[in-house]
């Protein structure tokens, strides 16, 4: 019993301890939580001082920056406001003027209103009176106003075909001054930087010989070596009585050179038959035919012409042998090359194309076959077979005008082809060509009215046309010559130019008896 007494104090005591503990450390934890809780309310209270600082602090920025915004907006709006001001007070200026200016124009309108009907009433009694005036002239002069406006006319276009007249040989003549002499330089200077020789050629060759007993070893029996010779070489053989000579004649300069060639190798052997001649000729045609190409070679290495086809390089050298109205075709070729190079030069276009077309330009005149075209579209063709250029072939086509010219070196081909031609001594005429060409020019100026006489002189370079001084003027003889000039450079073929001197002179004799 006394034992649970003693169980049951110690758990009373033990109980009674515990509670008293809880009790002490609630105790405790209320004190420690109201500290806590007076420190935090203390830091809150200093914070919320401090945010509500930060925040008034942002507020005042905010509210400065917000009045300093304002203010530069109120700048704005009063500058804008004054803008508008000047802006309205200028557009009220304006309209002020226009409202002035439309007073104007309406007292201007009137006054032009007024003037019209004014004019309109002067121009309708200057009517009237222009048709009494009319009406009463043709009264007195008896013809009506068309015939008169038709007489007026025809004076009035005699007149202006006259000062057109007068005018035009101001421009020519002021044209003269320039471009002529301009003109003269280039050409002068070209011809003078050119010195060739005149070779005149025929178409026979004189073939000398020691002695006329060869002439017989020529004919040989019965006339057997001269036949055989003939045959092969194409060529007539003439064998008079010219003392030491033979004649060789043929259209053809390369078989006379063969026949030459081949003579001069049988005389010095001194075996002539039918068999020798046969061997000798063939052996001197391809010698001539080797030195054709050679030829045409050393002359476009001397002009410095490059890339030519080796079949125009022949024929080039086959004009060694061609003559064109005496004047040799390689030489007339060799000096319109160097003429047209000069004269391109001159005028600033490409001297080597000018060149290659001034030495191909009567490559028509020497082909293998004779077609029945002009020399000059044979040479184009020639030239377009074996790839020159097109310019190249336009200006051998065009230098006798048988297509038209499409390039600048086709005008410098063709002066430089007719100065080369028509030099003093160059080329030669036959007599009979020559008299005919004359005796045109003198018809062919005869045939317009009021022209007495004409006289070709200077060998045709210069046509006198004398003209009635009863039936022309003196502005009727600037036309009339300038349209013989015309006819002349359209209807005829001539060397070099044509001088046409129209004079006009009166006469009066009387006789002292």
Not at 285 to 311: A, C, F, N, S, W
Not at 448 to 470: H, M, N, S, W
Request: glycine letters at 6%; charged letters at 30%.
């Amino acid at each position: 019993m006394e034992v649970i007494i003693t169980i049951g104090l110690v758990a009373a005591a033990f109980l009674l301890g515990g509670g008293l503990m809880w009790f002490l450390n609630e105790r405790v934890l209320k004190q420690k939580s109201g500290s806590i809780i007076a420190e935090a309310e203390r830091e809150a209270e200093v914070l919320k001082q401090k945010k509500l600082l930060e925040v008034k602090e942002k507020f005042l920025q905010l509210k400065g920056e917000l009045e300093q915004q304002v203010a530069q907006n109120n700048n704005k709006i009063k500058q804008s406001e004054a803008k508008l001001k000047s802006r309205e007070q200028s557009l009220n200026q304006r309209q002020d003027e226009l409202g002035r200016k439309g007073q104007e124009l309406d007292h201007l309108r009137e006054n032009l209103s007024q003037q019209l009907s004014l004019s309109e009433r002067k121009q309708a009694e200057l009517d009237e009176m222009l048709r009494k005036e009319v009406e009463r002239l043709e009264v007195i002069s008896g013809l009506s106003a068309d015939e008169a406006r038709e007489r007026i006319i025809e004076s009035l276009r005699s007149e202006a075909e006259d000062q057109a007249q007068s005018y035009i040989n101001e421009i020519i003549e002021e044209a003269k001054m320039t471009a002529n002499k301009e003109a003269k330089r280039i050409v002068i200077q070209s011809i003078q930087r050119v010195a060739t020789e005149t070779a005149i050629e025929n178409s026979v060759t004189v073939f000398h010989i020691e002695s006329d007993e060869i002439k017989g070893r020529i004919i040989g029996r019965e006339g057997r070596n001269i036949r055989a010779l003939e045959a092969v070489t194409g060529i007539e053989i003439i064998v008079d009585d010219t003392p030491e000579a033979i004649v060789l004649s043929s259209f053809d300069p390369v078989r006379r050179e063969v026949a030459r060639l081949a003579l001069h190798q049988l005389v010095q052997d001194g075996r002539i038959h039918p068999a020798r001649i046969e061997e000798v000729v063939n052996k001197v045609r391809k010698q001539v035919e080797e030195e054709l190409i050679e030829t045409g070679k050393r002359t476009v290495i001397d002009l410095g012409i490059h890339g030519m086809h080796p079949e125009l390089i022949r024929l080039i050298g086959k004009m060694k042998y061609r003559s064109s109205y005496g004047q040799n075709l390689l030489q007339h070729s060799r000096e319109t090359a160097n003429l047209c190079a000069i004269m391109a030069s001159e005028l600033g276009l490409n001297p080597k194309r000018a060149k290659r077309a001034g030495l191909l330009h009567d490559i028509g005149k020497v082909p293998d076959d004779e077609p029945e075209l002009p020399h000059a579209l044979l040479g184009m063709k020639l030239c377009e077979k074996y790839k020159e250029k097109p310019d190249i072939c336009n200006a051998v086509g065009a230098h006798h005008d048988e297509i038209e010219m499409e390039t600048l070196i086709a005008p410098i081909v063709q002066a430089c082809d007719a100065i080369s031609g028509a030099r003093p001594g160059a080329r030669r005429e036959l007599v009979e060509a020559y008299i005919k060409r004359l005796n045109d020019l003198e018809q062919l100026a005869l045939s317009y009215p009021g022209v007495v006489k004409t006289y070709a002189i200077q060998a045709g370079r210069e046509l006198r046309v004398i003209v009635g001084a009863e039936n022309t003027d003196d502005l009727s003889i600037t036309k009339l010559s300038g349209e013989i000039a015309k006819r002349i450079q359209d209807e005829m073929t001539y060397p070099g130019q044509v001088k046409i001197t129209v004079i006009r002179e009166t006469r009066s004799v009387s006789y002292a008896k």
